[in-house]
């Protein structure tokens, strides 16, 4: 290992030096991109078919009619219903970054329902299809659309949560450590979250 390469139990936290051939060229594209590799993206190079897809399906999503703020709602809801304590750090700063106000963003933090509708609508929407294994009550979907959703947004929704699982089950895995740009952003489920491996 490294002086730069950390390891969390048995996955490294890769370097674009230290990660699998395969990954190299995604990691250096991320650090290019973002100004740095985050811990979960660095450990999840390990498999470097993983982490093409994930950084594949990001820009896919962000092609979409979603805002950039809707798109954190989502992550921020399906990090919560997942109980991904580094995802829910890391969406929380995105979401600032978008523009979510601080109290859509403390409301999905405490898995409640924000006050803004539409957040709301997004948030109630991807709990549901999260709870239900895909199979939404009709009710949902009628709810979902009454708020101005349209049809295709539905699956966007669906790709959204799929998005989410690649990086939400990743992080029950890896177990990256919290990067220091996310301190201020760190959260403990206030319901006391799920058994871990």
Known sequence: MTATETMTKTYAIHTPDSAPEGSKDTLRH??????????????????PSLLRAF?????????????AGEVQVL???????????WCMAFHTLMAQKSGVSDATIDALRAGRSPD??????????????IQHRGAVPPAALDT???????????????LGAAFSVMANYAHHIV??????????QAWTNPSGGRQRV
């Open 55 to 67: 950084f594949a399906v990001r820009e896919i999503y962000a092609q979409g009619t979603l805002s």
């Open 30 to 47: 991320v650090k290019a991109t973002l100004g740095g590799v985050p811990n979960l993206a660095a450990a999840m190079a390990e498999s």
């Open 175 to 184: 177990h990256a450590p919290l990067d220091d740009m996310l301190s201020a």
């Open 116 to 129: 803004d509708a539409r957040a709301r609508a997004l948030s109630e929407f991807t709990r549901a299809l």
């Open 144 to 158: 979902f659309r009454a708020a101005g959703f349209t049809s295709a947004q539905v699956l966007e929704v669906i």
């Open 75 to 85: 992550s921020l809801a399906n990090a919560f219903e997942n109980d991904c304590d």
